[in-house]
């Protein structure tokens, strides 16, 4: 089983619509969250942290359920833009490492 | 700044050929990472420096690669000699002091092709 899984998609969502996924995460230890966004042929980047109560971040909202080892990111009014492949880190402990999500891949369609 | 700056951005060469990778991280940064991607096994880790000493290489695939840090604006990253199987995208990624994991800023990546 892997680290961190994530459901590869590719989601195809219409503008203007909400879209969820999801990413699961195998060590219950697991103390830090991330979301990632990498565009095609690009660097990953930051899009946000999440927190244990869960964050918002203008459309975006990240949470974390400990108990079900899962971390959601729920986008809101979907704009072409937002297309994109999404990573899902997890920092496992104390030696600060990150282990990355394989990626889910979103298509927002006009 | 300019960010992290990785060179070169694409590098074709033949089986067997020594290739070199190089990085510069944001100044100030004390952690630098090097990740390989590929479609089949997506992000992977293959070594972390903390001010400027190896922490984990426990992701470098073989003897053939190999990193270092001769001081804390600069990093290699070698393959000696290489396989077409090397062929993926290389990154360098820095991030800030603090303690926990922090933000990784990202270079803009080297696009190997081993033929």
């Known amino acids: 089983r892997k680290e961190v899984e994530q459901d590869p998609g590719p989601f195809n969502v219409p503008e203007g619509a909400t879209v969820a996924f999801n990413c699961t995460y195998s060590?219950?230890?697991?103390?830090?969250f991330f979301w990632y966004r990498q565009d095609c042929r690009k660097e990953p980047k930051l899009l946000m942290s999440v927190y244990s109560s869960g964050n918002e971040d203008g459309r975006f909202t990240a949470q974390l359920n400990r108990a079900s080892q899962y971390i959601s990111l729920l986008i809101r009014d979907s704009k072409l833009s937002d297309s994109a492949t999404y990573l899902c880190?997890?920092?496992?402990?104390?030696?600060?490492?990150?282990?990355w999500g394989a990626g889910t891949k979103l298509i927002i369609k006009p | 700044d300019a960010g992290v700056i990785q060179s070169p951005r694409h590098e074709v060469t033949e089986m067997g050929q020594e290739v070199t990778l190089r990085c510069k991280p944001i100044s100030g940064h004390n952690s630098l990472f090097w990740y390989r991607q590929t479609m089949m096994r997506g992000l992977e880790l293959l070594i972390y420096f903390n001010n400027n000493v190896p922490i984990d290489d426990s992701g470098m695939p073989e003897d053939r690669f190999s990193a270092k840090m001769p001081n804390a604006s600069f990093s290699t990253l070698k393959i000696q000699p290489s396989e077409p199987r090397d062929s993926a995208v290389y990154f360098c990624a820095s991030s800030s002091p603090g303690q926990g994991p922090r933000e990784a800023f990202f270079g803009q990546g080297t696009r190997l092709t081993v033929v």
């Open positions: 060590n219950s230890a697991s103390q830090s």
């Open positions: 880190v997890v920092n496992e402990g104390s030696n600060y490492q990150l282990i």
